[in-house]
């Protein structure tokens, strides 16, 4: 009786195991923070914005304005990318002056401002054992050593492995050109990015989706 259960209780968790992974393939996002400015009322709507990916990587800027862009279209806004307007060159890679960048922005007639910019990243490794491919505590077998070593003694010479997690932290801000106040503002992380495509469209799509929720119960 007590070998079935253990069979079973294996097969239960190599399923959990392949739930986890099937749904760890595609990034994962969590918004840890959101903050919106009460105090500020635009006079009028905004129409256009102008979206700028503050991160050093000449790839992941272009990802990320790219879906920035776009997710902005479908809220109905006319759009200005910065790499369209501040490329890195050969010769200088540091970004823009302030005064040079919003004095851009205002000749374009952007009266929104969409920045993005990463706060932190971290590595974390743990160890999956063998055969069982999860850890956590089991109450079912109970609080004493003989039923503990009776359950898992059949994993102990199963040779594991170790996974890394990837975690990244992103801030994403939206500021009133004309006055240049901070109207709304919020916080991601993000763990296990398949890809910069696929990181980029979804968390672009869920901060857009989240910066209109909050602003619209303003």
């Known amino acids: 009786m007590l070998h079935t259960q253990q069979k079973c209780m294996q097969h239960f968790f190599?399923?959990?195991?392949m739930a986890f992974f099937l749904a760890g393939c595609g990034a994962q996002h969590n918004i840890t923070y959101s903050w919106s400015n009460k105090a500020f009322h635009p006079p009028a709507p905004y129409k256009k914005i102008f979206v700028a990916a503050l991160v050093a990587n000449p790839?992941?800027?272009?990802?990320l304005e790219e879906e920035m862009g776009i997710a902005a279209q479908k809220k109905g806004f006319?759009?200005?990318?910065?790499?369209?307007?501040f490329?890195?060159?050969?010769?200088?890679?540091?970004?823009?002056?302030?005064?040079?960048m919003i004095e851009k922005i205002r000749s374009l007639q952007c009266e929104i401002i969409f920045t993005i910019n990463l706060v932190d990243k971290r590595s974390e490794t743990r160890y999956i054992p063998g055969g069982m491919g999860l850890y956590g505590p089991y109450p079912g077998y109970g609080l004493f050593f003989g039923g503990f070593y009776s359950y898992w003694?059949?994993?102990?010479?199963?040779?594991?492995?170790?996974?890394t997690d990837r975690y990244y932290f992103m801030e994403g801000n939206l500021f009133d050109?004309?006055?240049?106040t901070l109207i709304w503002s919020v916080q991601t992380k993000s763990i296990n990015p398949s890809s910069i495509e696929d990181f980029s469209k979804s968390l672009i799509e869920m901060l857009m989706q989240k910066a209109m929720d909050d602003m619209q119960q303003q």
């Open 87 to 100: 490329p890195p060159t050969f010769e200088s890679r540091n970004p823009p002056r302030r005064e040079q």
């Open 153 to 163: 003694s059949p994993f102990f010479y199963d040779p594991g492995y170790y996974v």
């Open 59 to 63: 790839h992941v800027r272009t990802h």
């Open 14 to 17: 190599k399923a959990m195991v």
């Open 78 to 85: 006319a759009v200005e990318r910065s790499w369209d307007h």
């Open 177 to 180: 050109t004309k006055t240049e």
